[in-house]
């Protein structure tokens, strides 16, 4: 693989791993500070989807730390332990956010239902599009390849870009709306609503750092195939 890629990917690797380092200090720390609400992650789930008019999704626990997701297809907001059983601020944010995308899904947000599109095509894209790529460059190094293969595998990877750059305004607005609800509702104080915001903001910060990253690899690979296209 060209050095410049190898570069590119160290980078966006080594940025990406400072992130999730703040993200998991910010979220431990924050942990720590109960709500004065005294809710669990859990309670604070199923207040906001009620609250929001959601009466068919189940707020469930799953195995790991911060996997949290809202999963679309079973309707179920699914909480690690830390957060389903947790009574802080680190918990009821998480819950928040991820009740945010159940808000989404029932107010059928235009770039959710986009990317929710896109999810069988990335599917796809993400397990063949560096193979592909890595066949099309190593064709080239053995001066027995065309441009085609290498296209081919572009392709496939710009699809996954896309679907991290439409993942930005996704967990944005998860974000967005789980802090007015939980400033609305009371279940943050101001000092800890700043404090739940922060560990969001952080949160946010892998997705950022993701689509960074594989825009600049894209950039990277349609750049070696103009070259190679020329040749």
């Given at each position: 693989m060209p050095l410049d890629i190898l570069f590119v990917s160290l980078i966006f690797m080594v940025?990406?791993?400072i992130v999730q380092?703040?993200?998991k200090s910010k979220f431990a720390a924050y942990s720590k500070i109960a709500t004065s609400s005294g809710l669990s992650g859990k309670e604070v789930a199923e207040k906001m989807l009620h609250d929001n008019g959601i009466y068919d999704v189940n707020v469930v626990s799953v195995p790991g730390f911060l996997s949290d997701h809202y999963d679309p297809s079973k309707k179920?907001?699914?909480l690690s332990p830390d957060v389903y059983e947790g009574r802080n601020i680190s918990a009821s944010a998480v819950a928040a956010h991820e009740c945010g995308h159940a808000v989404q899904h029932a107010a059928a947000y235009s770039m959710l239902t986009l990317r929710s599109a896109l999810v069988p095509m990335?599917?796809?894209s993400s397990n063949l599009a560096q193979w592909i790529i890595l066949i099309g460059l190593g064709l080239f190094s053995f001066g027995g390849g065309n441009a085609t293969v290498l296209l081919i595998g572009i392709?496939?990877?710009?699809v996954s870009t896309l679907f991290s750059v439409i993942t930005l305004p996704v967990e944005f607005d998860a974000s967005e709306r789980a802090l007015k609800w939980l400033n609305g509702s009371h279940i943050t104080s101001r000092e800890e609503q700043e404090k739940a915001k922060d560990a969001l903001k952080w949160a946010a910060l892998t997705y950022v750092v993701a689509a960074l990253a594989?825009?600049?690899l894209l950039i990277q690979?349609?750049?070696i195939y103009q070259g190679r296209s020329r040749d």
């Open positions: 940025l990406g791993m380092f703040r993200l179920t907001v699914n990335v599917q796809i392709i496939l990877f710009a594989s825009i600049a690979y349609v750049l």
